[in-house]
């Protein structure tokens, strides 16, 4: 069972942190890049950071030098560490991770976990 399970979210003030952490099952292999994204209330899903099998990094405009985004392959679990947070970056975070089998590459997502950042 690959499906993604966030956890981390919670309330905090502008200028706090959070670490969110997503797990897929330790036992299965083949996870290859595993990302993060974000959806505000009216707003399009906007995905904030990547990162490969290998460890490389993309971010948003919108976070880089505030938000981390590192992955432990042992456990199968990526995270996001956010600093600095704005009000702004309130939203529903969800994980997504590709797995790649034998004939093909699927994509499987967590459900979800709310940040929210008062002013």
């Known amino acids: 069972q690959v499906q993604p399970v966030e956890s981390g979210g919670g309330l905090v003030q502008a200028g706090g942190s959070l670490r969110l952490s997503c797990a897929a099952s330790?036992?299965?292999?083949?996870?290859?890049?595993m990302r993060w994204y974000r959806q505000a209330p009216g707003k399009q899903r906007e995905l904030v950071a990547t990162?490969?099998?290998?460890?490389?990094?993309n971010y948003a405009d919108s976070v880089k030098g505030r938000f981390t985004i590192s992955r432990d392959n042992a456990k199968n679990t990526v995270y996001l560490q956010m600093n600095s947070l704005k009000p702004e970056d309130t939203a529903v975070y969800s994980c997504?991770?590709?797995?790649?089998?034998?004939?093909?590459?699927?994509?499987?997502w967590g459900q979800g976990t709310q940040v929210t950042v008062s002013s």
């Open positions: 330790r036992t299965i292999s083949g996870i290859n890049a």
């Open positions: 997504n991770v590709d797995r790649t089998s034998a004939s093909s590459t699927r994509t499987y």
């Open positions: 990162i490969t099998a290998g460890g490389s990094t």
